[in-house]
């Protein structure tokens, strides 16, 4: 669907995307995940051909994107973080148009109304001002004014951000649903359980890409086994264990410890060893199954160290 070849774009010294390369295929839900100012934004801004590259190029279906941005904006729908709604305009007005906006007829937008009420849940408020909707009803409302127009590639730039957290359950069963219809989706996100329902997933880090794949082989990619260790002093034992070569990489959640090592047996002894020498209990050290967060952690804080 997308293939992207070396991309690169950059706001004065600021370079938000680094000799980029990415192949979304046709079909898939792709996840990009990345911290504030890696450039996920501005990736998709270019995707949708609001943002012109310094270098590089962006085919879709094996079309340059910006020899002929009329045609393509036909099959793409873009949605940025704060969607352009209007406010004063209900619900139903909204949806009209941005029909209008693609050139569909009054007819063909009344066609569509009921598949657009139906996934979204929105015909009982179709007289209602947009402003006066909830967050949720308001994402769910932007996404079926995108969708009038019958998009091939819908692109999503953090679309549930600030939604709480049925609605945001609610949208991603709208995504599968859109799915199953065979439609393309490429979505960035900042909640790394919404990273794990994607086909696909791309850490973002600096402008460039430093893992894709599937959530679980994403996971298996850092080739070291994750430790959780529980003591009656997780603070000082972070401490100590920060003190200690390899260990740096150290994430504690609540009353546990969690860090990836080279070497279970060796590594299980050392930990154990430096922490009942400054007279602190350890209770258990096992290893565990990493989430997303914890690989996606570990790996920039390598990234960073790498610098």
């Known amino acids: 669907m997308i293939t992207v070849c070396s991309l690169q774009k950059s706001f004065k010294d600021i370079k938000a995307i680094a000799g980029l390369n990415l192949e979304v295929r046709e079909g898939e839900i792709f996840g990009i995940v990345g911290p504030d100012g890696a450039g996920k934004s501005t990736l998709l801004r270019m995707l949708s051909t609001i943002l012109l590259p310094d270098e590089g190029t962006i085919s879709l279906m094996g079309k340059d994107i910006f020899l002929d941005t009329f045609h393509v904006k036909e099959k793409i729908a873009y949605m940025p973080q704060r969607f352009g709604l209007y406010e004063d305009l209900t619900v139903e007005e909204n949806i009209f148009f941005f029909g209008k906006l693609f050139g569909l007829r009054k007819k063909e937008i009344l066609n569509k109304l009921p598949g657009l009420y139906n996934f979204s849940n929105l015909e009982p408020f179709k007289n209602r001002l947009a402003g006066k909707l909830s967050g949720g009803m308001k994402q769910k409302l932007g996404l079926a004014c995108c969708?009038?127009?019958?998009?091939?590639?819908?692109?999503?730039?953090?679309?549930t951000n600030g939604v709480d957290p049925v609605s945001r359950r609610e949208f991603w069963k709208i995504l599968y649903d859109?799915?199953?219809?065979g439609v393309t989706i490429v979505v960035s996100t900042a909640y790394l359980d919404e990273a794990e329902r994607c086909s696909r997933v791309a850490l973002m880090y600096k402008g460039?890409?430093?893992?894709i794949g599937s959530p679980g082989e994403i996971k298996s990619m850092t080739g070291m086994a994750l430790l959780e260790i529980l003591t009656d002093d997780p603070r000082r034992a972070e401490e100590i264990l920060k003190g200690l070569p390899g260990f740096g990489g150290i994430i504690r959640t609540g009353k546990s410890l969690r860090l990836f090592v080279e070497k279970k047996t060796r590594d299980r002894n050392l930990i154990k060893t430096s922490l009942h020498k400054k007279n602190i209990k350890v209770k258990v050290i096992r290893e565990i199954i990493p989430s997303l967060e914890d690989t996606f952690v570990e790996v920039i804080a390598r990234e960073e160290s790498a610098i």
């Open 147 to 159: 969708l009038v127009h019958n998009p091939e590639l819908i692109l999503l730039d953090e679309p």
């Open 208 to 211: 460039n890409f430093i893992r």
């Open 178 to 181: 859109l799915l199953a219809d």
